[in-house]
Nanobody
């Protein structure tokens, strides 16, 4: 059974930082395409960042502010979010698929339950 569990969300003022974590059981992260999505109220879920063995990729809206990384020893995926803006407010989900590479797509086979990020003054 594959389980992804996010943590690290919270409330922060504009310009602040948060680091999201996603711990996995039932799969080994280093063998998969991994990513982060977000969904704001009334909006569609959108891909934020993804990573595989060869590359990382970011949505234009977060480039230069967010960093996706992987700790293979801890089997944990991270999303470091800096210079946060009110428009970053959303539920954030980690995701994985069963492919070694992303092939230009966000992973969609497995999702976590989400962690809320709220950016407000």
């Amino acid at each position: 059974l594959v389980q992804l569990v996010e943590s690290g969300g919270g409330s922060v003022q504009p310009g602040g930082s948060l680091r999201l974590s996603c711990a996995a059981s039932g799969l080994t992260y280093s063998r998969y395409c991994l990513g982060w999505f977000r969904q704001a109220p009334g909006k569609e879920r959108e891909g934020v960042a993804r990573i595989d063995r060869s590359s990382t990729n970011y949505a234009d809206s977060v480039k230069g502010r967010f960093t996706i990384s992987l700790d293979n020893a801890k089997n944990t995926l991270y999303l470091q979010m800096n210079s946060l803006k009110p428009e970053d407010t959303a539920m954030y989900y980690c995701a994985a698929n069963s492919l070694l590479y992303c092939f230009g797509q966000y992973p969609r086979d497995y999702y976590g339950q989400g962690t809320q990020v709220t950016v407000s003054s």
